[in-house]
C-alpha cells in the first residue's frame, strides 16, 4: 500500500459561488450604508455584516479545499467517485447548486412501505448514484478488516481515475456515467480502475501473472429498490471479487468471481466484465494449482474479441506460465512468443519468456526481452534481476551491479536484488556497501540462509572470523544442506582448529597396535579438532584391522564428505548401510550428503526408509523435514511443503520438547502462508526455550507484520535482551519504537547499537534520523557527519546530512551537503529535488529552478519531479510552464500505467 498525502483539488465551482455572493452582497451593504442620515450604529451593523460574510465564506472555502489530515489507508482502500449525468458519447461533469452542496447528504437507509416491504426512490442523478453506490459498498466491505472507503470528485475519463485515485491513495476506483431515466428505472455504465494492477506474485519464482488495469461493466439498469439493489448485483460480485483478490483470500474471492454473470453477446462472445472475472479466477486457480479450471478459463478468455476491454493477451501470457510451472518448457517457450508477439506491449510477456529462454540457455535472447520488459515497465525489478544475472555471467559485473541499482531504485523492498547485489559487490571488495545490502535484506526477511550464507562470506574476507563462523551456522540452521555454507564453514573451522590444544587422551605411539576401537576413539578425537588427514588415517586403520566395523566405515564416510570427496563418502555411508541396516545415524549422514549433491528425492527417501526402521525417531522426522522444506523450496510445489509441515509435527509429536523442530515448523507455515500456525509453533518453542533470541525475533517480527504492535514491541525488547549487542535486532527494535511513537525510547535502542558497533555507519544513519523526529538537530547534525566521514562515498550520510540542516533552519548548510550528495551521486534525482526545493526556500529561485531542470534529465520517467516544478512554476508565477510540467506529470504517470 502506497503512503502518499492526498492532493486537495480547488473546487471551482465553489469559488465562482463565494464570488457571485460577495457581488450581491456587499454592493447591496455599501447602498444601504450610504444611505443618508444613517446613524453610527448602523454603520457600524452594516460593517459587522460584511465582516461577518468575508469571515464566512473564507470559512467555507477553507473547509471545502483543506487537505485531509491523514491520508486514508488500509490493505485495500475503495474509492467512489460522483458519475456524469449524459449519454457515454458526451460525458459531462454533473452539476450542483450551492444548496444541494449544503443540504446533508441521504443516509439511503432503508424505508418500509405501508405493505412492510423495503423501497427506496430512485436517485436523481450521476451525484446521487455515487452516494448511493458508496453507501452501499461501505456496507459490503464492513466485515472484511483492513479495507477502506472513500469519496472522490467526479472523473471524466480513466486517466482521470487513475490520477484521483493515485493522488488519493485509492486503490480501486468506481466511477462511471449515468443516461437518462427510463420509465421507472435509472441507466448507468459503471467503470473499477486500479491504481495498481492485480498481478500477484508466484512463491519462489520469477514468472509473474498478468493481471488487470481497469473493468467495463455493461449498461446497469436500477429500479426502485426492493430488499436488494435491483439490477446491480454483477457490479456487487466484481467488486467483492476485485477487493478479495487484492486481499489474498483466495476462496472467497473465486466464489464472488463465478457469480458475475451476464447473458452472451449476439456473436456468443462473454463480456468484457466477465473476461476479467474469469481472468482473475484463473489466476486464483493457478496459484492453488488447479491446472484443468485455470487452463479453460485461461483459453475461454483468449479467444475473447480483439478489444482493448477484453484482457486477451493477458489471458495467453499467463497460459504460458502454466505451462512453466507445469514443466512444460517447450510449450510455455511457444505460448509465450505467440503471446508476445500478438501483444507487444505487454511487459509481463516479455519477462516472462526471458526467464524462460534463460532456464534454456538462451541467453542473447533472454536478454533482449528482459531489455524490452524494462522498457516497458522500468519498476519491474524482476527483469532488472535477470538481466543482472546474464550481464554477470557475461563477465560484466559493473554494468550488473547498475542494473541491480536500477531495480532497487524502483523496487525498494526487492530482497532478491539486495541480496545478488552484495553477492556482486562482494565480488568486488566493496564490503561496505555489501554491508549494507546484506543488512537491509535481513531486515525485510531475517529467516533466509543465502543472507547469512553472504554475510559469513563478507566477514571472512573482513578477517572477522567469528562473525563469519556466526553468520555461517545461521545459513546452516535454517537450510541443513545448504553445501556452500558448509564448505566455508569447514574452512573457518579449519582455521580455528589449528590453534586449539593438541589431543591429551591418546597418544600416537599407544595406540599403533591397538584394536580398532582404539583407532576409532583416535579418530574421532582429531575429527572433533578438525585435523581431517589425521582422522581418515585412522578411520582406514580401524578398518584395515576389522573391516566390517560399520561405525568406522560411519566415521569414514563423515571425514571424506567434510574433505569433499563425496563419491567415496557416499560408498562408506553405503557400506557401513549393508553391514548394519539399523543404525539411524548412518541413514541421516547419508541423506544428508545426497541432500548436498542435489538429490533431494533420494534423500527423503533414505529418511523415509529410517523412519520405517525407527517411527518413534524425532530427529529422524525433523531431518525429514528439513529436506521436504529444500524441496518445496526448489520445486515450488505445495504438495511438498506440506509434507515438509507434517514432517515438523511429527517430530514436535514424539518430543514436545524438540524446539529446532518447533522452530523450523514456525518458517515452514510462513511460507505456506500459514501465519497462525507459525505464530504457535513461535510460542511453543520460547515455552520451552524462554532464551531463545531468534524465536522472539521472529516472532516479533510476524506480529509487526499483523499490527500487533505493542505485543511485537514487547517481544523485540526481549529478544534484544536475549541477544546483546545484536545489530540487526537493535535496528529492528528501534524501528518499531520509532512507529510507536517512542521516539526517545528509539534513541536509547540505537545508542546502545552504537556501543556494539561504533563505526557502523547504518546505525549512524538511523540515529540521525531519530534525532531530527526528535528536533535534537545538533545531535543529528553530529551522526550525519560521522557517518560522513565513516562513508564519503555513500550519497545517504550526506543527503541525511542536508535534512538535518534544513530541518534545523541552517538553509545554507543544508545546500552545502545537498550539493556534496549531488556530487556524490550526479544521476540521484531525490538528491537534485531537495537541493532544488532548499535553494528556493532559500529565496535562490532561479538555481532552484536549474537544478530541478537536472533532476529531471536523469529521472525523466519520474512523474513526481515535473509536479515539483509545477508547484516552484506556481509559486513564481508563470502559470504557463507549470501548466506544461503538470501536463508533463499525467502523460509519464497515465503512460507507467498504459504499459503494464
Not at 138 to 154: E, F, G
Request: aromatic share 6%.
Amino acid at each position: 500500500m502506497r503512503l502518499r498525502l492526498a492532493i486537495p483539488r480547488f473546487q471551482r465551482r465553489t469559488l465562482l459561488t463565494c464570488a457571485l455572493i460577495v457581488v450581491l452582497l456587499v454592493p447591496l451593504a455599501l447602498y444601504l450604508e450610504a444611505l443618508p442620515n444613517v446613524s453610527p450604529f448602523v454603520r457600524w451593523l452594516f460593517f459587522t455584516v460584511r465582516l461577518a460574510i468575508a469571515s464566512v465564506l473564507i470559512a467555507v472555502w477553507a473547509l471545502l479545499n483543506v487537505p485531509p489530515r491523514k491520508a486514508p489507508s488500509g490493505r485495500v482502500v475503495v474509492g467512489v467517485a460522483s458519475f456524469g449525468d449524459d449519454t457515454p458519447s458526451g460525458v459531462r461533469e454533473p452539476h450542483r447548486s450551492l444548496l444541494q452542496m449544503l443540504r446533508p447528504r441521504p443516509a439511503w437507509e432503508p424505508t418500509l412501505s405501508e405493505e412492510g416491504e423495503t423501497v427506496l426512490p430512485l436517485p436523481d442523478g450521476g451525484v446521487e448514484v455515487g452516494e448511493m453506490l458508496a453507501h452501499a459498498i461501505r456496507k459490503l466491505i464492513a466485515p472484511i478488516p483492513d479495507v477502506t472507503l472513500v469519496t472522490l470528485p467526479y472523473i471524466a475519463d480513466e486517466r482521470e481515475a487513475i490520477l484521483v485515485g493515485d493522488a488519493a491513495n485509492v486503490d480501486i476506483v468506481v466511477w462511471g456515467i449515468t443516461q437518462r431515466h427510463a420509465g421507472n428505472e435509472l441507466i448507468f455504465v459503471p467503470h473499477v480502475t486500479f491504481t495498481r494492477r492485480l498481478e500477484p506474485a508466484i512463491r519462489q519464482s520469477d514468472l509473474r501473472l498478468c493481471g488487470l488495469g481497469s473493468v467495463q461493466l455493461p449498461v446497469q439498469h436500477m429500479r426502485v429498490w426492493q430488499a436488494r439493489y435491483v439490477g446491480v448485483q454483477q457490479l456487487w460480485s466484481l467488486l467483492l471479487g476485485v477487493v478479495f483478490y487484492a486481499y489474498n483470500a483466495d476462496e472467497e474471492a473465486l466464489n464472488e468471481l463465478e457469480a458475475v454473470r451476464v447473458t452472451p453477446k449476439a456473436d456468443g462472445h462473454i463480456s468484457p466484465a466477465v473476461a476479467s472475472a474469469r481472468l482473475l479466477a484463473a489466476n486464483l486457480h493457478l496459484l492453488n494449482e488447479r491446472w484443468e479450471a485455470a487452463t479453460a478459463a485461461y483459453t475461454a478468455v483468449s479467444a475473447a474479441p480483439s478489444d482493448p476491454r477484453y484482457p486477451c493477451g493477458e489471458a495467453a501470457v499467463n497460459l504460458g506460465v502454466l505451462y512453466a510451472l507445469r514443466g512444460e518448457t517447450v510449450t510455455a517457450l511457444d505460448q509465450l512468443t505467440t503471446a508476445v508477439e500478438q501483444h507487444r506491449h505487454l511487459a509481463l510477456g516479455h519477462h516472462n519468456l526471458a526467464i524462460l529462454q534463460q532456464r534454456v540457455d538462451r541467453q542473447g535472447e533472454a536478454r533482449t526481452h528482459f531489455e524490452r520488459a524494462i522498457q516497458l515497465d522500468p519498476s519491474l525489478s524482476e527483469s532488472y534481476r535477470g538481466l543482472a544475472t546474464i550481464l554477470r555471467e557475461q563477465g560484466n559485473p559493473s554494468a550488473a551491479q547498475q542494473a541491480l541499482e536500477r531495480a532497487l531504485r524502483a523496487q525498494p523492498y526487492d530482497v532478491e536484488a539486495r541480496r545478488d547485489l552484495a553477492a556482486i559487490l562482494i565480488d568486488r571488495g566493496q564490503l561496505g556497501l555489501a554491508q549494507e545490502q546484506l543488512e537491509r535484506a535481513l531486515e525485510l526477511d531475517p529467516q533466509h540462509a543465502t543472507t547469512y550464507y553472504l554475510l559469513g562470506l563478507l566477514r571472512e574476507q573482513a578477517q572477522e572470523v567469528a562473525g563469519a563462523l556466526e553468520a555461517l551456522e545461521q545459513a546452516v540452521a535454517l537450510q541443513p544442506n545448504y553445501a556452500e555454507a558448509y564448505a566455508a564453514l569447514a574452512r573457518l573451522y579449519k582455521q580455528t582448529g589449528a590453534s586449539s590444544e593438541p589431543i591429551p587422551s591418546l597418544a600416537r605411539p599407544a595406540v599403533v597396535t591397538a584394536d580398532a576401537r582404539a583407532h576409532m576413539d583416535l579418530g574421532i578425537a582429531y575429527l572433533r579438532q578438525f585435523r581431517d588427514a589425521e582422522a581418515e588415517r585412522e578411520f582406514c586403520a580401524a578398518l584395515i584391522k576389522e573391516p566390517m566395523y560399520a561405525p568406522a566405515h560411519l566415521q569414514l564416510g563423515r571425514v571424506l564428505r567434510r574433505s569433499g570427496r563425496t563419491a567415496e563418502a557416499l560408498q562408506a555411508l553405503k557400506t557401513a548401510l549393508e553391514i548394519d541396516p539399523s543404525q539411524l545415524v548412518t541413514y541421516h549422514e547419508l541423506a544428508e550428503l545426497r541432500a548436498e549433491q542435489g538429490e533431494l528425492e533420494r534423500a527423503a527417501q533414505t529418511l523415509e526408509q529410517a523412519s520405517r526402521i525407527a517411527p518413534s525417531d524425532a530427529n529422524t522426522a525433523y531431518l525429514l523435514g528439513n529436506i521436504r522444506a529444500s524441496q518445496a523450496r526448489e520445486t515450488r510445489s505445495r504438495a511438498t511443503l506440506e509434507q515438509a509441515i507434517n514432517a515438523y509435527h511429527r517430530a514436535t509429536t514424539l518430543d514436545p520438547s524438540f524446539t529446532a523442530a518447533h522452530y523450523n515448523l514456525a518458517i515452514a507455515a510462513l511460507t505456506d502462508g500459514d501465519v497462525s500456525s507459525a505464530v504457535d509453533a513461535l510460542r511453543q518453542t520460547i515455552g520451552i526455550n524462554p532464551q531463545d533470541g531468534e524465536a522472539h525475533r521472529l516472532l516479533a517480527t510476524i506480529y509487526n507484520d499483523l499490527h500487533r504492535n505493542q505485543e511485537a514491541l514487547q517481544l523485540m525488547t526481549r529478544a534484544a535482551e536475549l541477544l546483546p549487542g545484536h545489530l540487526p535486532t537493535l535496528l529492528q527494535l528501534g524501528q518499531m519504537q520509532r512507529q510507536s511513537g517512542q521516539v526517545d525510547d528509539a534513541i536509547a535502542t540505537l545508542r546502545q547499537a552504537q556501543k556494539a558497533d561504533g563505526q557502523n555507519v547504518r546505525v549512524l544513519r538511523e540515529l540521525g534520523a531519530l534525532y531530527v523526529a526528535a528536533k535534537q538537530f545538533d545531535r543529528a547534525i553530529s551522526a550525519f557527519m560521522r557517518a560522513r566521514d565513516l562513508a564519503p562515498d555513500q550519497v545517504e550520510a550526506y543527503f541525511g546530512l542536508g535534512i538535518a540542516y534544513k530541518a534545523a533552519g541552517r538553509l545554507g548548510d543544508a545546500i552545502s551537503a545537498f550539493s556534496a550528495a549531488s556530487k556524490v551521486a550526479p544521476a540521484d534525482a531525490p538528491t537534485l529535488t531537495q537541493l532544488a526545493e532548499t535553494l528556493y526556500a532559500d529565496g535562490k529561485a532561479d538555481r532552484a529552478v536549474a537544478v530541478l531542470q537536472r533532476a529531471i534529465a536523469v529521472g525523466r520517467d519520474d512523474p513526481q519531479l515535473y509536479y515539483v516544478l509545477g508547484q516552484m512554476y506556481g509559486a513564481l508565477g508563470q502559470p504557463d510552464r507549470a501548466n506544461e510540467a503538470y501536463r508533463m506529470y499525467a502523460e509519464i504517470r497515465a503512460a507507467k500505467l498504459e504499459v503494464r
